[in-house]
């Protein structure tokens, strides 16, 4: 019998053609799945951009404490739900106690420390911009560096003048920043910050060298989405400041009167998210916990998450109006300091859909001598119950005050 030799050729799967490299890698939707695909050679890296302009809104990494056993003082814990790994970043900018965070939005970190500075920074890139200092916001009538512990001297809604020191302007005076996108991919981004103590909301345009009040949007304070060239702003009670920042009367304000929807008045917390074409609110309840569960003589009370309840508005016949939303499917909703975000559970693994993945935005000096694990979690909608985040191990002892965040990893 005569036998038959196969000769086996090895595939150089280096020299593929530019262009089917270019086709494989604009397949690509997950951001670490594009650094695989450059670290496979230098033919592969130098085929294809650097930056990735095309990947769509990325799962978030959950931006940790510090730890004190934590060998680098300038790097920061990221971890990764969809695989359970942490990603170290050199941020020194964000890595110290005289640090507070004000938010994140589009993949940048809003950073303040004990100087006017109010910082832009992309963990990924270390990309860096500052928008006007503190200084310049409407309510601050002068700062001075001399005046020691009194730095700022602000006005009042009834007009009065008071004092807040440096420490206390890092701390208290901004409640969240977002962006109206990533500076890095549109230089006529827009910036709005809620304030605070007064319940304004304020912003800037690129280029602008102080802030500007929204003053028909007082007290609309509870959080702030920005979708189809317009900021979205909730109260209290759910109703909704629509405003314009960008037409001939910039800005301009147009108010959603919230209607009567069972329970929503309730809540102690309101978030918006832009879920597809919906408008969602989402209702977030809290309660007292006690240290070692005795109300009567528990050393530390707290606050902590038991409830979320979601609401879409309703634009079909007549007035808006929110309705009860008990099923959100394969959508997951981040919310917390972050800006507020919504993702189909199906394009990322190890994910939960019809879930709100939440973490503490309500109270950092609610950490203050109390040592205990964040408030943060999952809350499943279709049985109201609310489990630990995976392979996320809380750290009571941790260095900094800062509860876990959301980040979206974003390359541009």
């Not at 700022?152 to 302007?169: P, T």
């Not at 074409?277 to 309840?285: A, C, G, M, P």
Request: aromatic share 12%; net charge negative; glycine share 6%.
């Amino acid at each position: 019998m005569n036998s038959i030799e196969i000769e086996e050729t090895a595939v150089d799967w280096t020299q593929l053609p530019r262009d089917i490299l270019e086709t494989i890698s604009k397949n690509l939707t997950i951001y670490t799945d594009y650094l695989r695909f450059q670290a496979v050679c230098h033919t592969w890296r130098i085929s294809v951009p650097k930056i990735p302009h095309h990947l769509p809104p990325q799962l978030p990494w959950l931006m940790l404490p510090l730890s004190q056993q934590s060998q680098s003082q300038s790097h920061r814990p990221f971890l990764d739900l969809s695989d359970h790994k942490i990603h170290l970043l050199n941020l020194p900018e964000a890595a110290s106690h005289l640090k507070r965070r004000r938010g994140s939005s589009h993949g940048w970190l809003v950073i303040l420390d004990e100087t006017p500075t109010i910082l832009l920074l992309n963990p990924l890139t270390r990309a860096k911009l500052n928008l006007p200092p503190l200084f310049t916001f409407p309510n601050v009538v002068t700062f001075n560096y001399s005046e020691i512990g009194k730095e700022y001297a602000l006005r009042s809604l009834s007009g009065n003048i008071y004092r807040r020191s440096l420490k206390e302007m890092r701390d208290s005076f901004i409640k969240k920043l977002i962006l109206s996108s990533s500076p890095a991919l549109n230089t006529n981004f827009v910036a709005l910050a809620i304030l605070n103590q007064t319940g304004d909301l304020v912003f800037c345009k690129n280029g602008d060298q102080a802030w500007t009040f929204i003053h028909d949007a007082r007290f609309f304070c509870e959080d702030v989405i920005y979708s189809n060239d317009l900021f979205y702003a909730v109260d209290k009670n759910g109703g909704v400041a629509v405003c314009d920042v960008h037409g001939e009367n910039s800005p301009s304000v147009s108010i959603i009167e919230r209607f009567e929807t069972p329970r929503i008045f309730g809540g102690d917390m309101q978030y918006l998210v832009k879920s597809g074409d919906d408008l969602l609110l989402v209702t977030r309840y809290l309660d007292l916990g006690y240290e070692d569960g005795d109300p009567y003589n528990s050393p530390n009370v707290f606050y902590k998450t038991v409830q979320f309840e979601v609401f879409r508005m309703d634009f079909s016949g007549g007035p808006p109006m929110w309705e009860r939303v008990w099923d959100l499917g394969d959508r997951m909703l981040f919310v917390g300091e972050n800006s507020s975000l919504s993702l189909s559970a199906s394009d990322f693994r190890g994910c939960l859909g019809n879930c709100i993945y939440y973490t503490d935005d309500y109270c950092e000096s609610n950490y203050d001598g109390a040592f205990r694990d964040y408030d943060i979690g999952i809350f499943k909608l279709w049985d109201g119950s609310i489990e630990a985040l995976p392979c996320y191990h809380p750290n009571s002892h941790s260095q900094l005050p800062w509860p876990p965040l959301w980040v979206s990893p974003n390359p541009c």
